[in-house]
């Protein structure tokens, strides 16, 4: 039996929590797998019931936590050399920074044979200025020298893990894309868009524009406020926009929509119905999804966004900066419309031209389910990840 202890950061809405708990549900006989997580973040909405529902029980330490805290790091290091003690994994594997930093250091310490770790993104850029950035790229180059092999979820992400950020050498990071099921997002979709479209009083002729995820600075939601206030005023088509998730910088989106004349609402205070509509976070993203005509994405940098997965899956077309991973997992020009970073100009003008183009955002509809289906299944993951653990624990 070979012992795998998997540690990521915390159980927040995304690819990285399905990832681990499929990876732990689902590996072989062979593998004994022992989930550890941080605590929950007071701005994210728990994810709890992802694990929970495959009928997991992760342990959870308090103490590692989204912030740096020298205490609480120190702490959460502690704990996991002590899980590591008890447990005597023959791999630890750490998905994202700082379950990657902590989780890593510790199994390093305890001489664990085999060390891997996953980049569910990187804060190599758009998060902080030069000089925090340089620390961290440093601090990753260290860890990289402790680890047995690196996953990146993209060839665009292992580009910049290696080519553009020398962060370790191109042997040493191996290219697994995240896994899902994915089936929910083909079952009962007229009964599903019916009952999205009936909640927030969507009529049948009005084209809904959805953004999903959290609302933190790196997702750049003014750029999609300036491309609904762009479409708003220059479409023959009625429009609604959608803005599903929470965060710190709810306060500051809502100032700008403001500050843009476009009147909006909050879901959870009011029915009343307008342009844009605030909704927190909605655990029912396939019904989400069910009721969008267009799914778009406005990120200064991501990894692989988990919502232009589930976009495909539900034949959502899409229109997204064209950043991090992100040419990995859509078709350009087929299932996706790609901008420059940032650039206002263009995503407002490919935003007005598939609201515009019916016959378009249904040809874009078709190819989705085919693109993802199988090359981002969960069962492919697990696969791939128990092929990666034999060949590491071989050598």
């Known amino acids: 039996m070979v012992k795998v202890l998997r540690i990521i950061n915390r159980f927040n809405l995304g690819g990285p929590t399905y990832n681990v708990a499929y990876l732990t549900k689902y590996m072989s006989g062979e593998y004994e797998t022992l989930l550890v997580g941080g605590a929950k973040d007071d701005t994210e909405e728990s994810s709890d019931f992802i694990v929970t529902d495959l009928g997991l029980k992760p342990i959870i330490i308090d ?31 750490t998905h994202a920074s700082k379950a990657g930093t902590i989780g890593r250091l510790a199994a390093y310490h305890c001489g664990v044979p085999v060390i891997v770790h996953t980049f569910h993104g990187h804060v190599f850029h758009s998060y902080f200025g030069r000089i ?9 180059r260290y860890l990289a020298g402790k680890t047995t092999a690196i996953i990146a979820i993209s ?19 191996h290219v697994i894309p995240l896994g899902f099921d994915l089936s929910k997002f083909q079952e009962n979709i007229f009964e599903k868009r019916k009952s999205f479209r009936k909640k927030y009083h969507v009529d049948d002729d009005e084209i809904v524009i959805t953004i999903i995820g ?8 003014q750029l999609f406020l300036e491309g609904i206030k762009y479409v708003s005023e220059k479409t023959t088509k009625k429009i609604r926009a959608f803005i599903v998730g929470d965060g710190e910088c709810r306060q500051s989106i809502e100032f700008k929509a403001k500050e843009l004349d476009i009147p909006f609402v909050d879901s959870s205070k009011s029915e009343k119905k307008e342009i844009l ?15 969008s005509d267009i799914l778009t994405l406005t990120s200064f940098n991501e990894g692989t966004p988990v919502s232009l997965i589930e976009a495909q899956a539900a034949n959502v077309p899409i229109v997204s900066t064209n950043v991090g991973g992100i040419e990995n997992i859509v078709i350009p020009q087929i299932t996706a419309l790609l901008c420059e970073n940032n650039n206002i100009k263009e995503y407002s003008e490919l935003l007005l031209f598939l609201v515009e183009n019916d ?37």
Request: overall charge positive; hydrophobic content about 35%; glycine content about 2%.
């Open 359 to 395: 016959a378009l955002r249904s040809e874009m509809a078709k190819h989705g389910w085919k693109q993802v289906h199988e090359k981002f299944h969960f069962t492919r993951l697990v696969r791939n990840v128990e092929t990666l653990y034999k060949k590491l624990l071989a050598n």
């Open 277 to 291: 509509t605030f909704t927190s976070w909605i655990k029912e993203i396939d019904i989400v999804l069910s009721g």
């Open 155 to 173: 060839e665009k992400q292992k580009e910049e893990l290696v080519v553009e950020n020398n962060i370790c050498r191109s042997d040493k990071v």
């Open 132 to 140: 925090k950035t340089t620390l961290y790229k440093n601090i990753e």
């Open 63 to 93: 103490e590692m936590k989204r912030e740096i805290s020298l205490i609480d790091d120190f702490n959460a290091y502690r704990k996991i050399k002590q899980i590591i003690k008890e447990f005597k994994p023959d791999i630890v594997h």
């Open 214 to 221: 959290r609302l933190v600075p790196v997702k750049n939601h």
